[in-house]
């Protein structure tokens, strides 16, 4: 089976001033149909650009400098913006981590929801607003008739980012990318919108691509797994495999410092020294080696690219060549 | 760090907070209680955690614990002293030895002040120390909290988020206190950074002997840095116990749906049993009802009456919660 979405080489960068700062460079992976994966990174990771740059919504300083985005066998890079149009929310739909800034807050949850279907698949007003009901009750809000008539202001965080799925799901999409769709949100309303997406995604089969910081949502969401840091794909393997043999130091390093429910209270946590580089378009060699731990001993800081140590599991890592211990 | 017998260093007794939202018109204003009937006690040395998810009252306790928001009813005491009544010329001279961190690191320091200005207005403004004296404390509680000393010139907008967390934790330290209040100190910064700053508070702590009120929503967070924890609920405290006994044996069923919803990264998390909470928090509770009744998956007949008392279930571990109180 073809991948839905593959993602080559894609470099992006961003105007500052007169000069160009890449913001992902060489950027590779691929959404298999009905697939969750996540790309899970640090700010400045280039995760959240990446996912702009495949619906087009990089703002008007972001530039694509090389790759290709190929949706279906098509590259969407090479697309006008009026076949975008006819990709963008029917194809592939986005939701957000800003849930108050993603709905218009002049018109009701009704008229917004019923746009898109009514722009995209011609529907009357009222069979759109028929399926729009549907769509609300099967994100799980109960009135789903009050809810329409409804401002967003009106409406709880929990509430709105349902609506925000609700409205994603209007044009029956074949992948949905959720930028942190639940960052905003409270741990127990998290963890519902968690358990709603999976259900979309068992009952429609659409693929997801999930953008997150937060390994634990990884751990809870993802078939497979990206990593990135610094503007680049560090790791990538199937979820089990990535969480039992991580290979790259900076994943190992990131799960070392996320302080567990049931842990030993009385040992230092494990921190990354230094911060997250703010430019790395001058960097050359490995960009964690600054902040490795293993910065020393390792033999080689030259840029290895990605390569596989284990089937569907690849790493950057240079650190004995890249072999997974432990 | 002593965690029994110790003192208590600040003490809430039955605060009540409400906040005032206005309406078009009087029918439309509502009263809105941000903190119902809290009694907290924080001892020396210890780091006093408060959880809880967004508008259940955890920052407002951090204000009313400072002072920066007085309490409609019910009191608040600084090493035995009652502060929430003194005159605010009075509180101010105390102010030194109670100090906080906010959140966002960006607009808690002033823009157009060089951290060296930033770190010595405390002192200025206490008159603590001449010119030179002032210097030094500044290169010294740079030091302290692990940024170079050069950087003294600096302004805010030149640091990372974690190295202006770092600046904001001087600057709380910088009179020498004895409670450091934090809210959500970590929340906003990445999880590499969120380590760092953990355990430099962890440091402080034990070579200053600080006393800590650490507000936040992140679980883990709150559970590696606190000695005792509050897990709040609807402006109430619905369970306070020891950090792994709240965490290893949660009784409240609030408490146990919360640390079921933290995300684990483990690849079996997502298979393991859990509480789950029905819906939203509910702006309409039933009056004289367990504020949790809705959303409860245990919720009996017995818990449509609430009197909010709290009761102590095993040593140090206390909890509203009824249906506990019988187990």
């Known amino acids: ?326 | 760090m002593s965690e029994k017998n110790a003192s208590p260093v600040l003490e809430t007794r039955h605060v009540w907070k409400d906040y005032h939202i206005a309406g078009e018109n009087s029918l439309f204003a509502k009263t809105f209680h941000a903190v119902e009937d809290v009694s907290l006690t924080v001892k020396k040395g210890e780091t006093f955690g408060i959880v809880g998810e967004s508008g259940c009252g955890k920052s407002t306790m951090a204000r009313l614990l400072m002072c920066l928001e007085l309490p409609d009813d019910g009191e608040i005491y600084f090493q035995g002293q009652r502060i929430d009544r003194l005159p605010e010329h009075a509180r101010r001279k105390l102010r030194p030895r109670f100090q906080m961190v906010f959140q966002d690191s960006g607009s808690s320091l002033n823009p157009r002040k060089r951290v060296q200005d930033i770190l010595s207005e405390p002192m200025l403004y206490h008159k603590i120390g001449n010119g030179k004296q002032i210097d030094r404390r500044v290169e010294e509680l740079l030091s302290m909290v692990g940024l170079p000393v050069e950087m003294k010139g600096r302004y805010p907008h030149e640091f990372s988020g974690g190295q202006r967390q770092r600046i904001c934790i001087a600057r709380a330290l910088s009179l020498n206190p004895d409670v450091v209040v934090l809210d959500e100190p970590v929340s906003a910064l990445d999880v590499s950074v969120q380590a760092q700053i953990l355990n430099l508070l962890r440091e402080l702590q034990e070579r200053l002997g600080l006393t800590y009120v650490f507000i936040g929503h992140g679980l883990g967070a709150v559970h590696y840095i606190s000695h005792r924890i509050a897990v709040m609920y609807m402006g109430r405290v619905v369970e306070v116990g020891t950090s792994d006994e709240l965490f290893d044996h949660p009784a409240h069923p609030y408490t146990k749906a919360l640390l079921d919803a933290a995300p684990a990264a483990d690849a079996d998390a997502r298979f393991r049993p859990r509480t789950a909470l029905k819906g939203e928090i509910d702006e309409h509770p039933i009056a004289g009802a367990c504020p949790l009744y809705h959303r409860c998956p245990n919720a009996g007949k017995g818990c449509l009456s609430f009197s909010g008392e709290i009761e102590e279930i095993a040593p140090g571990h206390f909890t509203v919660c009824r249906k506990a109180w019988e187990e």
Do not use: W
């Open chain 1, 1 to 326: 089976m073809g991948a839905l979405l593959e993602i080559n080489q894609l470099n992006i960068a961003f105007r500052q001033g007169k000069k160009l700062c890449p913001v992902a460079s060489g950027v590779s992976f691929s959404v298999q149909p009905g697939e969750i994966l996540c790309v899970v990174g640090e700010s400045g990771s280039g995760k959240s650009i990446t996912a702009l740059s495949v619906l087009g919504l990089l703002s008007r300083q972001g530039k694509v400098t090389g790759g290709e985005i190929l949706f279906d066998g098509r590259n969407l890079l090479s697309l006008s913006e009026e076949e975008m149009d006819r990709i963008r929310g029917v194809d592939i739909a986005m939701i957000f981590q800003d849930i108050m800034y993603s709905l218009n807050p002049v018109f009701t949850i009704g008229r917004q929801m019923t746009e898109g279907m009514r722009r995209h698949r011609g529907l009357s007003k009222e069979a759109a607003e028929k399926e729009a009901v549907t769509l609300l009750e099967r994100t799980g809000i109960r009135d789903a008739k009050q809810v329409m008539k409804k401002y967003p202001h009106m409406l709880s965080g929990g509430m709105r980012q349902r609506v925000m799925i609700a409205m994603a799901l209007a044009c029956k999409p074949k992948l949905l990318i959720a930028d942190e769709p639940t960052t905003a949100l409270d741990v127990t309303i998290q963890y519902q919108i968690m358990e709603l997406l999976r259900s979309l995604r068992d009952e429609t089969g659409m693929a997801i691509l999930l953008i997150t910081h937060d390994i634990g949502v990884v751990a809870e969401m993802a078939d497979r797994v990206v990593v990135m840091y610094a503007g680049q794909c560090v790791e990538e393997a199937p979820l089990r495999e990535l969480l039992t043999h991580p290979a790259h130091a900076y994943t190992k390093a990131l799960m070392q410092a996320v302080p567990g429910l049931h842990d030993d209270r009385s040992r230092r946590l494990y921190s990354i020294p230094g911060y997250v580089p703010q430019e790395y378009g001058e960097m050359t060699g490995c960009r964690f080696a600054p902040r490795c731990p293993y910065g020393a001993e390792c033999p080689e800081k030259r840029e290895e690219g990605m390569r596989e140590i284990a089937p569907g599991h690849l790493s950057r890592c240079a650190y004995k060549g890249g072999v997974k211990d432990e």
